[in-house]
């Protein structure tokens, strides 16, 4: 067998094993534990109704269960309208908090749009129940249980004292009075970009002390839509102390039904692809944790996670008290996460974006990228850069690994002899070949190392294309507007001339929807195997051969900055394999090897 061949072959297939291994191993349990989520028993059912009584005993805490919200409004408009609002308004912020439980419950990302088009809507986040995707934010007291104090709750109705709209130079104050002594006031400030500030403060007429435990909430009740992908996480997230990153699915939740940890500090909340929300305690607070799944709702999946403080804050007798913690919602830009973490102490932040096991890879090529980008203006020109410096880095490696493969192809003419001379002896011909190596100082193995060291640069790549918000909408050039998302012009419709969607071909969509940059990463996949001639082994021939188009087929459906680098990269490893074996007097026929590929190979004689 051609020992270059031989090599290439096994780094491919590693490659391929190391791609996709994951997709079926890891990716496709996580999308069947997905599709149990209807299944739950009525035991389940059971359970997480009871878990949220509204019950706060002294070192087990828990937020008060949210009402039923059960009115489905026809819009969101109509949601909207059906209590009093104060709007919100910031660079990048718009929205409204209702004064119905003083929830943030109606927030737009105004600079992110559903599509690359600038005209296409805002992305919504949060929505009021009545909605078809309720999902907010709430704060509160909780009474310690047996308790008869009159508490606001999520359907008590508010009102402003002071602030006609929340902005960043403008905070809003909320107040109501329970008719008992006690007066709750709720100030929500925010700032130019994702984070709230809410201080809770309770006024106290009365003779006596009072003890009250703050809490803060996300509640999602659905199910969001996911990509059940092994590479990103999506739901519950959180660290919280020494339980560390705690990563649940909404599977999980819904088979746990309930999940309680308690921490010093730290954060939690749910986390999209590009957008979070997270409810943060100050950082020296001990507090009871809580992931909790419930079917209370319209839609009967409730998902919330809440904190309550362990300590209780007592209101003196004619005196008062206050309680603040913080509750981000927006987009998960990596600057604004590492800032809140340094401006705030929150605990590990930064892993509010998912980096993945190999961050101390993934985040230095983010970082590389994005100051390629402040030079070149361009992101899928500074891949093109980062390419041409992992291609310098690794020069010395590759240089090394190509000489190798150069005089492997020199000594082409001696293995052919030892391979003749005992190819009826497979262990002398093994021994023979091992001698050969030596005295010509050839590390047969070493040609795979211009292959394999790129999986790394491919993960981390694929990972910062896929979970950085800043890759999102990010153009090239021509036809590709995202290059965080798949090739758009497919050759199976001519490009868009036939009026139908290959993709949307049932059973086969998913392999039609070849893109013009997955071809080009197949034509220079194929032209770089041509280096070398056609190994003489019909079976190696047809692996050589099909090998491109299949790889075209499996790349087709990735981030289009991805093909891109590979193509790119492709072309850069033809020019360094030519150069480098032309110094060390190979001969390399490539023109020669293509023409050849196209000749009908002659029929053996019978």
């Not at 340094?342 to 100051?371: C, N, V």
């Not at 003489?536 to 099909?546: G, K, L, R, S």
């Not at 491109?548 to 680098?565: D, R």
């Not at 193509?567 to 023109?591: D, P, T």
Request: charged share 15%; glycine share 8%; with cysteine.
């Amino acid at each position: 067998m051609n020992e270059n061949n031989r090599n290439m072959i096994l780094a491919v297939v590693l490659s391929m094993i190391v791609l996709f291994g994951w997709q079926f191993f890891i990716a496709g349990p996580q999308l069947e534990q997905a599709q149990r989520q209807a299944e739950l028993t009525a035991t389940q059912e059971q359970v997480a109704q009871e878990s949220a009584d509204l019950v706060a005993p002294a070192g087990d805490a828990a937020a008060p269960a949210v009402p039923g919200d059960a009115v489905v409004f026809e819009t969101r408009d109509q949601a909207l309208g059906a209590s009093g609002r104060v709007a919100i308004a910031t660079d990048s912020l718009s929205g409204s908090i209702s004064l119905t439980g003083a929830r943030i419950d109606d927030l737009h990302l105004t600079r992110y749009t559903e599509t690359p088009d600038p005209s296409s809507p805002t992305i919504t986040l949060l929505s009021p129940a009545g909605t078809l995707q309720p999902y907010y934010i709430e704060h509160g007291w909780v009474a310690a249980a047996g308790s008869d104090l009159a508490l606001p709750n999520p359907q008590t109705v508010w009102e402003i004292e002071s602030g006609e709209t929340l902005t960043a130079a403008t905070p809003v104050t909320l107040v109501w009075d329970n008719g008992a002594g006690l007066t709750f006031r709720r100030t929500i400030s925010v700032d130019n970009n994702y984070m709230f500030a809410v201080e809770q403060s309770v006024d106290n007429a009365g003779a006596g002390d009072v003890a009250l435990y703050p809490y803060s909430r996300v509640s999602r009740l659905y199910t969001p839509q996911t990509q059940n992908f092994f590479i990103l996480h999506e739901g519950p997230v959180g660290v919280l102390g020494e339980n560390n990153l705690v990563e649940h699915s909404y599977g999980d939740l819904q088979e746990e039904g309930q999940l309680d940890f308690v921490s010093t500090g730290g954060w939690l909340g749910f986390t999209d692809k590009y957008w979070a929300t997270a409810i943060i305690p100050p950082q020296d607070e001990v507090v009871n944790a809580r992931y909790f799944f419930g079917t209370g709702s319209p839609s009967g999946q409730d998902y919330r996670a809440n904190f309550v403080a362990q300590t209780p804050v007592v209101v003196p007798g004619g005196g008062s008290a206050t309680h603040e913690s913080l509750a981000f919602a927006g987009a998960k830009v990596e600057a604004i996460i590492d800032s809140y973490e340094q401006a705030y102490s929150i605990d590990r932040f930064e892993l509010m974006i998912d980096w993945g096991w190999f961050h101390f890879i993934t985040k230095p090529m983010f970082y590389l990228i994005r100051l390629l980008y402040e030079f070149l203006g361009n992101f899928g020109l500074a891949i093109l850069a980062v390419t041409v410096i992992v291609k310098a880095l690794f020069f010395p490696l590759a240089n090394k690994s190509y000489a190798s493969m150069a005089n492997m192809r020199r000594v082409q003419p001696k293995m052919k002899e030892i391979q003749e001379k005992h190819k009826d002896d497979r262990a002398a011909q093994q021994q023979a070949m091992m001698e050969l190596y030596k005295t010509e100082k050839i590390n047969p193995i070493s040609g795979c190392w211009p292959i394999l060291i790129q999986i790394p640069v491919f993960f981390a790549l694929y990972k910062v294309l896929f979970v950085t918000i800043e890759m999102r909408h990010a153009p090239f050039f021509g036809w590709i507007q995202d290059l965080a998302a798949p090739d758009p012009l497919h050759i199976f419709n001519l490009f868009g001339l036939l009026p139908y969607d290959p993709s949307a071909v049932p059973v086969i969509g998913s392999f039609l929807a070849i893109g013009i940059w997955p071809v080009i990463m197949g034509i220079t996949m194929w032209v770089q195997m041509r280096l070398n001639p056609p190994p003489a082994d019909p079976t190696q021939a047809m692996i050589f051969n099909w090998m491109p188009v299949i790889f075209t087929f499996m790349l087709a459906g990735f981030p289009a900055g991805l093909v891109i680098y590979w193509a790119w990269n492709n072309f850069l490893s033809v020019v360094q394999q030519w150069v480098i074996m032309k110094r060390h007097g190979v001969e390399v026929n490539l023109f020669g090897n293509i023409k050849n590929s196209f000749k009908r190979k002659p029929k053996a004689a019978e």
